[in-house]
């Protein structure tokens, strides 16, 4: 079986996607992706077939990967690491901006799980995010909530790498290895989102929630994504 090179930490360590040819986890946890439309294509070095590809220039206008199940244990302190390439500008919301599950047209990259299912709705969350080539903007999702937590506006055009940690339920990100901007807690119960959404179903990554019926292109991302880490610490 496959396994996380030496460089990638293994304390903690919940997935590892390397996207090398397939979408395998490859940290033994056996957290495998489903493909659905999603294409491999050439990552940051030019090497083939070893990063995925969302959006319209994927297999269909609806493409994203999914574990088909649902974690529920990863929450308020964990991490995520990631290399992400946006074709797109995305709407972002301003931070701490909260709302009715009726949000902006984002590039969703990874879809925020209704906490319902996590938890008690008015106590639990589901962390997502939307990149484009404009910006970062962070997203927790419950019953009747929907907010921006973390919002960060710059050129993010071209291959970036993004360091996620979430502490005490408070997301911070750093770009590229610079210093972290810390959000802002709910004081909910925040979740790693990483499985089926039962309200949601269309969500996973490189797709989210769709507030409108029908709507294959809304809150999906354009883009590609590699290298994809996440960690229980």
């Known amino acids: 079986l496959a396994q996380a090179p030496s460089y990638v930490p293994a304390d903690g360590l919940v997935a590892w996607y390397p996207f090398s040819g397939d979408a395998l986890d490859n940290s033994g946890q056996g957290l495998h992706l489903t493909q659905e439309g999603a294409l491999f294509c050439p990552d940051r070095t030019g090497a083939a077939d070893a990063a995925m590809e969302f959006g319209a220039t994927a297999d269909s206008l609806f493409s994203r990967l999914y574990f088909d199940g649902l974690v529920t244990d990863v929450t308020d302190n964990f991490s995520m690491a990631f290399w992400g390439n946006p074709f797109e500008s995305t709407d972002l919301p301003q931070q701490g901006q909260t709302?009715?599950?009726?949000?902006?047209?984002?590039?969703?990259?990874?879809?925020?799980?209704?906490?319902?299912?996590?938890?008690?709705?008015?106590?639990?969350?589901?962390?997502?995010?939307?990149?484009?080539?404009?910006?970062?903007?962070?997203?927790?999702?419950?019953?009747?909530?929907?907010?921006?937590?973390?919002?960060?506006?710059?050129?993010?055009?071209?291959?970036?790498h993004y360091a996620v940690v979430v502490e005490a339920g408070v997301p911070m990100l750093s770009i590229d290895g610079g210093p972290f901007v810390v959000g802002e807690g709910s004081g909910r119960t925040l979740h790693l989102s990483l499985g089926i959404d039962p309200y949601y179903p269309e969500g996973g990554i490189g797709h989210g929630f769709q507030v409108l019926d029908n709507c294959a292109v809304c809150n999906r991302y354009d883009g590609q994504l590699d290298d994809i880490g996440i960690w229980d610490r």
């Open 99 to 160: 709302g009715n599950e009726n949000y902006p047209d984002q590039q969703m990259a990874w879809h925020p799980i209704h906490g319902q299912h996590l938890g008690p709705e008015d106590d639990h969350a589901g962390l997502g995010f939307g990149i484009g080539t404009n910006g970062i903007a962070f997203t927790e999702h419950s019953h009747a909530w929907v907010s921006a937590p973390l919002v960060v506006e710059e050129d993010l055009s071209g291959w970036h």
